[in-house]
Antibody
Framework: QLELQESGPGLVKPSETLSLTCSVS??????????WGWIRQPPGKGLEWIAS???????YYSPSLKSRVTISVDTSKNQFSLKLRSVTASDTAVYYC???????????WGQGILVTASS | QSALTQPRSVSGSPGQSVTISCTGS?????????VSWYQQHPGKVPKLIFY???KRPSGVPDRFSGSKSGNTASLTISGLQAEDEADYYC???????????FGGGTRLTVL
């Protein structure tokens, strides 16, 4: 059974960079049938896709966040990561790492990590 | 404002059927068969309940059904049960520029 686990600081100061890592267990991140990604959910609000990546490094970004986001993969550690630069209070959200099928659906989710952007 | 439009809330009594609509455009829902649906109970992680419009992952009751007509996808839940009370989100592939778009979510209340 595939498991995903987010890790990173729960508090980030405005204007700084949010950095999160997702550790994948129960399967290899080198999987021809899946991509890996990040989705966030502000408190009390809906889901927002941020970015996705293939194990080979092909990346896909939300146009609204593209200028501030970098997604990367480390196959040696079976992990992938998210960096979101210049955070503001509106970036406060639960961040989920996800496995994404080739037809753009999200079937495995991490438990989520609440990241608060505040001084 | 979300790219896909869902009703903010729907409700039904136990045993009844409800349908949640998800309206997009020819660039997303209408142009691709990559519509998925997610169920999220309060404080819980979203759960995939449909992908590729009509495909149901194992473990999802067949009381749930998915469909699409034109630019609108629909999730129908028949034989409503108390445990179905949750938020439901639709999602679609949106093309090269905007690969993934979500709906704003629908709160289902079982009366």
């Amino acid at each position: 059974q595939l498991e995903l686990q987010e890790s990173g600081p729960g508090l980030v100061k405005p204007s700084e960079t949010l950095s999160l890592t997702c550790s994948v267990s129960g399967g290899s991140i080198i999987n021809y049938n899946y991509y890996w990604g990040w989705i966030r959910q502000p408190p009390g609000k809906g889901l927002e896709w941020i970015a996705s990546i293939y194990y080979s490094g092909n990346t896909y970004y939300s146009p609204s966040l593209k200028s501030r986001v970098t997604i990367s993969v480390d196959t040696s550690k079976n992990q992938f990561s998210l960096k979101l630069r210049s955070v503001t209070a509106s970036d406060t959200a639960v961040y989920y790492c996800v496995e994404m099928g080739t037809t753009w659906f999200f079937d495995y989710w991490g438990q989520g990590i609440l990241v608060t952007a505040s001084s | 404002q979300s790219a896909l439009t869902q009703p903010r809330s729907v409700s039904g009594s136990p045993g009844q059927s409800v349908t949640i609509s998800c309206t997009g455009s020819s660039s997303d829902v209408g142009g691709h068969n990559s519509v998925s649906w997610y169920q999220q109970h309060p404080g819980k992680v979203p759960k995939l309940i449909f992908y590729d419009v009509t495909k149901r992952p194992s473990g999802v009751p067949d009381r749930f059904s998915g469909s699409k007509s034109g630019n609108t996808a629909s999730l129908t839940i028949s034989g409503l049960q108390a445990e179905d009370e949750a938020d439901y989100y639709c999602c679609s592939y949106g093309g090269t520029y905007t690969p993934v778009v979500f709906g704003g979510g629908t709160r289902l209340t079982v009366l």
